[in-house]
């Protein structure tokens, strides 16, 4: 008989978003290896629901009000019921008193490192439980070097002693769904004709938020406006975040600006196909998040065929290898440069998205779940 995983679902009760999706496409190879039975849990009935059923993944849930109550008084309630043999949370938490063996994913450490750039709410549900986590947990998952080294910079305890707690940290980074492909060229002319945009445009993908440092992104375009050479507009697509209040108003004031008519596109959050249709579409991804526990988007832009210019900071360096450029996130000067020396050299350009297409190719879901098959096999063992 086949042992059963229980997996916290809370990230796809919302809208998903990067967790959701993370949790989702790793369920969807998991489930597929055959290696265990999953269970579902949450504290709401979780987005696509019908998909996990026919996956094979149980669903049930508690309600409450707020996730972290479920977590915290509901979920080791029914962990304790004795059909379940593992917990695996990939909400960066578990709960404080937790009836089996557990693995826990822990994507960053932003919400120690850069509390500002989290709702309260945030930070209340994951700061008082996030140490004792990461010590309860049999195994710990991270998705890159990056955040594995701030895990054990900051929490050293957790990692160092007897072989099994020096061991449990394991890197597993995400895979790049394969939708994410580079356009054929006459895609590509139709996609920039229907945005308005022949010429081609500077795309953004991700919130709007401080963290993400798209107001210095915004200068380094109009920097490079100014120039000699100018800039193609600059497309940014993604909801607003939290505290992103002043960079609202100033994209509004922008938006209106009589010579940048036609030269902004703030599309908001946009649906998967148009997602995969913008990536195809741009003639440069430009990313300058000052951190980032992995930075899907660098990757998906990769996978697109789209040259990138990314942050200097955190994962991002690690995730791009040498098939992009990068630059000093607080330096929009920096940001600019490293835009217009893409821009103006086809050559170069050319090349990055070609680097950029094979680097890509390293991050396969497939490669992930057989990984953390063998780290889920091993908590249970």
Request: charged residues 25%.
């Amino acid at each position: 008989m086949r042992q059963t995983v229980a997996v916290d679902l809370r990230a796809l009760v919302p809208e998903p978003t990067g967790i959701g999706v993370y949790t989702l496409e790793m369920l969807r190879q998991l489930t597929a290896l055959g290696s265990f039975d999953y269970l579902g849990l949450a504290h709401r009935e979780p987005r696509g629901a019908r998909e996990l059923a026919e996956l094979g993944v149980s669903l049930e849930h508690q309600s409450a009000p707020l996730g972290v109550l479920w977590q915290q008084l509901l979920l080791p309630r029914r962990l304790a019921a004795g059909d379940v043999d593992l917990l695996w949370s990939p909400l960066q938490t578990l709960p404080m008193h937790c009836p089996v063996p557990a693995v826990l994913t822990v994507y960053d450490l932003t919400v120690l490192l850069l509390p500002d750039t989290h709702r309260s709410k945030v930070r209340w549900s994951q700061i008082p439980f996030l140490e004792r986590s990461i010590q309860a947990a049999r195994q710990v998952v991270t998705i890159s070097e990056s955040s594995a080294r701030d895990l054990r910079f900051h929490f050293p305890q957790a990692f160092q002693g007897d072989g099994a707690r020096r061991d449990k940290l394991h890197v597993i980074p995400p895979g790049v769904s394969p939708d994410f492909r580079p356009a054929t060229d006459d895609e590509r002319q139709a996609i920039r004709a229907e945005l308005g945009c022949p010429g081609g445009y500077i795309l953004y993908a991700g919130t709007l938020e401080p963290r993400k440092n798209v107001a210095a992104l915004l200068d380094a375009w109009l920097a490079l406006r100014a120039g000699d050479g100018g800039a193609p507009p600059l497309v940014l697509a993604g909801g607003y975040g939290w505290r992103s209040r002043g960079l609202v108003r100033r994209i509004e004031r922008l938006r209106r600006a009589p010579e940048l008519r036609g030269e902004l596109h703030v599309l908001g959050r946009v649906d998967r196909d148009r997602l995969l249709r913008l990536f195809r579409g741009a003639t440069l991804f430009a990313y300058p998040s000052y951190y980032e526990g992995f930075g899907m988007p660098v990757a998906e832009a990769m996978a697109s065929g789209v040259p990138v210019v990314t942050s200097d900071r955190s994962s991002l360096p690690e995730v791009i290898g040498d098939a992009g450029l990068t630059a000093r996130p607080e330096d929009p000067g920096a940001i600019a440069g490293a835009l217009r020396h893409v821009l103006g050299d086809p050559a170069r350009a050319a090349d990055l998205a070609a680097r950029g297409i094979e680097r890509a190719r390293t991050f396969r879901w497939d490669k992930s779940a057989q990984q953390m098959d063998e780290v889920l096999r091993a908590a249970v063992d």
